[in-house]
């Protein structure tokens, strides 16, 4: 089956510690982005990558960071610098240049920093 | 002016009841306004979605009504299932191609 394959599902950190989630997809798209969600919150974007070895700054990248060497892979490293890591991290895909905008999530993982 | 304002937080209705979702933006160059919907634990799916050159979309029991000149767009949710229950948001693209996303609404349908 094509989709996202996100892991783990949960995750405990003790603070100071880095940790990284994988996200891997079989759809062939060119975008992968990275969400995170907290409650009342919305959807906030992270990092976003349009093609291989290239990616860019969402709207709250600090304290994470990210690699694209493939193309179906675009995992998310939560650094120790992240001062709120505790949340629900999503993963999506869409097709580079799509009219529709469409994205397909993963089913997330779920970061709780004790 | 990137943002987008979505209203209720929380929305309880009973089962065959009409659940309403509003948002509003202020940016008028966005160009494409999808709904998404969730369910615990999952990660959200696109549901139904609008261009601003329509006024109104529906699939099925969902509908979005969409008001350029408000600058405001709607999901009404028919005859509303226990089913139903899930979170949804609303988005919109901007220029740069990125979706914006409002702050989601916990629907709660009750049987």
């Known amino acids: 089956d094509g989709g996202i394959t996100q892991s783990p599902k949960y995750l405990f950190r003790k603070e100071g510690q880095n940790v990284t989630l994988s996200c891997e997809q079989n759809?062939?798209?060119?975008?992968m982005y990275w969400y995170r969600q907290d409650p009342g919150q919305g959807l906030r974007l992270i990092y976003y990558s349009q093609i291989v070895n290239d990616f860019q700054k969402g709207d709250i990248a600090e304290g994470y960071s990210v690699s694209r060497e493939k193309k179906e892979s675009f995992p998310l490293t939560v650094t120790s610098a992240q001062k709120n890591p505790t949340a629900f991290y999503l993963c999506?895909?869409?097709?580079?240049?799509?009219?529709?905008?469409?994205?397909?999530f993963g089913e997330g993982s779920r970061l709780t920093v004790l | 002016q990137q943002q987008v304002k979505q209203s209720p937080q929380s929305l309880i209705v009973q089962k065959g009841g009409i659940s309403i979702i509003n948002c509003a933006y202020e940016?008028?160059?966005?160009?494409?306004f999808p709904w998404y919907q969730q369910f615990p634990g999952k990660g959200p799916a696109l549901l139904i979605a609008i261009r601003p050159d329509v006024s109104e979309k529906k699939e099925g029991r969902f509908t979005i009504s969409f008001n350029k000149s408000a600058k405001q767009f709607s999901l009404h949710i028919m005859d509303s299932q226990p089913g139903d229950s899930a979170t949804y948001f609303c988005a919109a693209r901007n220029q740069g191609g990125k979706l914006i996303f409002g702050q989601g609404t916990e629907l709660s349908v009750k049987p």
């Open positions: 759809l062939n798209h060119d975008a």
């Open positions: 940016n008028t160059a966005f160009d494409y």
């Open positions: 999506a895909s869409s097709t580079a240049g799509t009219a529709t905008g469409e994205l397909f």
